[in-house]
């Protein structure tokens, strides 16, 4: 039987094979179990053969056990059973008029797909339910895995043809979730667009559906793959129930919301349905993205932090040990497209100067890459600006205790280049069509093997050849006429799975030959963020947009769903491009070192001030990194809530907390808001260390974790754009 599956997806299932508290079934009466963390989530099979939810939620004591499940009610002709049953898979047919996990379509034109229950397995992580339709050869295994240590479920589906003859999948899901019966349900979710990316939004759940979603081609920033949900009335972050929902798939997607005629929430996640099919031959088996599903009784800041330790302990590449990011250096700003080895060299000597530990060579070093018009897809060095190769810069960066990186955008083309000449066929076009360019460049087709091919050398070739410890992949531009003629007519629409696929496989051979590689994902900014490519690469970038103020707001919005210890923070020169404020040295370190700290100014424009400055910063961030990166974050005070912004984070051994503190602007004679910390053991002793800004006089150099969760700390902040930064050190 020949497996239709993408590698990244059988890599993340090795990664996810851990131990769990406990994945048990009920064989007589067909009830499915799994407990990890503070959390409990039960199926099982009713008598109608279908797979339904349970319960999700707090952890109940071993002994709970289960009766086996009832079908929903049908309310009337109108709305049958099929309906109102919270089904964790189904397909469409059989009178379904929820949203489906599986639609197909059979070549004698029969649509309709009923899947029953036919077995089932336990493994050691979780359990695998196999469906089958009524009459035909198609079977679907639901898989079901959890994690031990913050119960966060994954869920995917593995569709078999062994019906004899192809037919077109044209829609399929991960998974459904389904939530308790409730009438005060709110949904919250991130939007956005190029440089205003992780906009936080929040609607109640009514009836009907809501649809977020990307046709993009990829992830995309006008929705990100992730949900969370609580009750209206649970406005503080650490309090009430929350369940939450990520998907891990980097092409077009959607997730849908929907509340059912008897109240129920149903959330389905998968590849989008909009254009989609996939033709699916008969012995082939399709696996499905993961779809990943969580719940926390302490509010959305609780479910943030869970996230944020799933992502780190059991997502991230060399996961339960990512290394923490360096402090890194970033070209563009200072050289754009005019990169040569003594202007390199010169900004190495600069960065090194001040505590850099990676430099990152950006755009304009290949081909005849001058501007954005040309070279894109000739991945080989410019002998104009570098005569003797890569070499002697690295060399150069080397003798200053720093590595280096590279930026490359892999998937695109210019049509001024050599390759687009060569080889015209190979972006995505419809035949006889207009091929439109954004950014004067096209996408190149990876579903292609001979484009999949030519990327995964040219990279490896570069990394043979260079001592390269990073490349920033960088992907500037969303799909526009997305064909592909080489391929019979009912074949050309899987190049919406087969390009994410293959992208999937270029990253995962990429690791494997250069296991010491570490890659960002970018595009353009924040638009390939997911649980998807976060598997497969080390860092992600937010967004383009580096004003330190915005950056608050973009970073608190990028945190509900992901952890600090991905998050690229730049600092940059001020006033920025994005809205020509000008904001102090310190606001802009202390905005960026929320997260995982860059460099992207032109340091030949500093002055000795601001090298002093920058040295300062850099050390104290380094004796923070892990409890910022690796460490629980609380959102004290929110910049979308007032003036002020403040987070709070916490080591995981519990013995630091770094607190950053923002003020936009005061008014009034208003002192700062008192700061109430959190996650502090109530009877240790914490010391205050400030190391930026200033607390009120009558602040004790000491304290119990209790006087400063309940008694809180004043800080002296007035004026416009100010900042401070204070860690306490438990004694």
């Not at 210019?414 to 076009?429: E, T």
């Not at 390939?528 to 330190?548: C, F, I, K, Q, Y």
């Not at 040295?615 to 974050?633: A, C, F, P």
Request: hydrophobic share 35%.
């Amino acid at each position: 039987m020949r497996r239709i599956r993408s590698a990244a997806l059988l890599m993340a299932a090795v990664a996810f094979s851990i131990q769990v508290s406990r994945a048990q079934s009920n064989p007589s009466q067909r009830v499915f179990r799994l407990d990890g963390g503070d959390v409990t989530y039960v199926a099982g099979v009713n008598d109608a053969g279908q797979l339904q939810t349970m319960y999700w939620g707090e952890r109940l004591p071993a002994a709970q056990e289960f009766a086996p499940p009832k079908p929903g009610q049908g309310s009337s002709s109108f709305d049958m059973s099929s309906n109102t049953t919270p089904q964790e898979f189904t397909g469409w047919g059989g009178g379904l008029y929820v949203e489906p996990d599986l639609k197909v379509t059979f070549p004698d034109g029969n649509r309709d797909l009923v899947l029953k229950y036919q077995s089932h397995r336990v493994v050691a992580d979780g359990f695998d339910v196999v469906m089958k339709d009524i009459s035909r050869e198609v079977y679907v295994t639901v898989q079901y895995r959890i994690d031990r240590e913050t119960g966060i479920v994954r869920r995917s589906a593995e569709v078999s043809n062994r019906t004899g003859a192809p037919f077109l999948i044209e829609q399929v899901a991960g998974g459904t979730y389904n939530l308790p019966r409730a009438l005060n349900y709110q949904l919250h979710y991130v939007t956005g667009r190029w440089a205003g990316e992780w906009d936080l939004q929040q609607q109640p759940v009514h009836a009907g559906r809501t649809v977020l979603e990307s046709r993009r081609g990829t992830t995309g920033s006008q929705n990100n793959p992730w949900i969370m949900v609580d009750h209206v009335g649970d406005h503080d972050q650490d309090t009430g129930e929350v369940w939450f929902a990520a998907l891990g798939w980097s092409g077009s997607w959607q997730i849908s919301i929907e509340q059912d005629v008897v109240k129920g929430v149903r959330i389905t996640g998968g590849p989008n349905a909009f254009d989609f099919s996939y033709l699916l031959k008969n012995g082939e088996t399709f696996q499905t993205p993961y779809f990943y599903g969580g719940f926390s009784s302490q509010g959305v800041g609780g479910a943030s932090r869970l996230l944020h330790r799933f992502e780190v302990d059991s997502l991230l590449p060399h996961a339960p040990q990512p290394k923490l990011r360096p402090v890194l250096y970033n070209s563009w700003e200072a050289t754009t497209f005019n990169v040569d080895e003594a202007g390199q060299m010169a900004l190495a000597d600069k960065a090194a100067s001040i505590g850099v530990e990676r430099f990152v060579m950006d755009d304009g070093w290949f081909g005849q890459r001058n501007n954005d018009h040309a070279g894109l897809g000739d991945w080989t060095v410019n002998p104009q600006k570098f005569p003797h190769g890569l070499k002697p810069l690295i060399d150069k960066v080397h003798s200053l205790k720093m590595d280096f990186g590279l930026w490359v955008e892999p998937e695109m083309v210019n049509p001024d280049s050599d390759l687009y000449r060569k080889h015209p066929d190979w972006v995505l076009n419809f035949t006889g069509r207009p091929r439109t360019e954004g950014r004067n460049q096209l996408v190149l087709n990876l579903a292609r093997k001979d484009v999949h091919d030519y990327v995964l050398q040219a990279l490896d070739k570069l990394l043979n050849e260079n001592d390269i410890a990073f490349l920033k992949w960088d992907y500037n531009r969303n799909w526009s006429e997305p064909g592909w003629s080489a391929v019979p007519v009912e074949e050309q629409k899987n190049v919406y799975v087969d390009f994410t696929r293959n992208y999937y496989d270029i990253l995962e051979k990429l690791r494997q030959k250069h296991p010491s590689v570490e890659i960002e994902s970018c595009s353009g900014g924040g638009s390939r963020v997911d649980l998807g490519v976060m598997h497969l690469t080390d860092e992600v970038w937010p967004s383009d947009n580096t004003d330190a103020y915005d950056r608050l707001l973009l970073q608190e919005g990028f945190s509900y769903a992901y952890s600090p210890a991905v998050m690229m923070a730049w600092v940059t020169d001020s006033p920025t491009w994005v809205n020509q404020r000008a904001l102090s040295l310190e606001y802009r370190f202390l905005s960026s070192m929320q997260g995982s700290l860059g460099i992207g100014a032109n340091l030949n424009k500093w002055t000795p001030e601001d090298f002093a400055k920058a040295r300062t910063m850099i050390d104290v961030y380094k004796g923070v990194r892990e409890t910022v990166q690796r460490g629980s974050l609380y959102r004290l005070m929110s910049p979308r809530e007032g003036e002020q912004a403040v987070t709070e984070s916490v080591s995981r051994d519990g013995r630091q907390a770094v607190i950053f503190a923002f003020l936009h602007s005061s008014s009034q004679l208003y002192p700062f808001p008192r700061i109430y910390l959190r996650g502090l053991r109530e009877d240790a002793i914490y010391k205050l260390r400030v190391v930026t800004g200033k607390s009120e006089d009558d602040t004790p150099q000491s304290a119990t974790g209790a006087y400063w969760m309940h008694h809180g700390v004043d800080v002296a902040l007035r004026g416009d754009f100010q900042a401070a930064m204070f860690v306490l050190d438990r004694q």
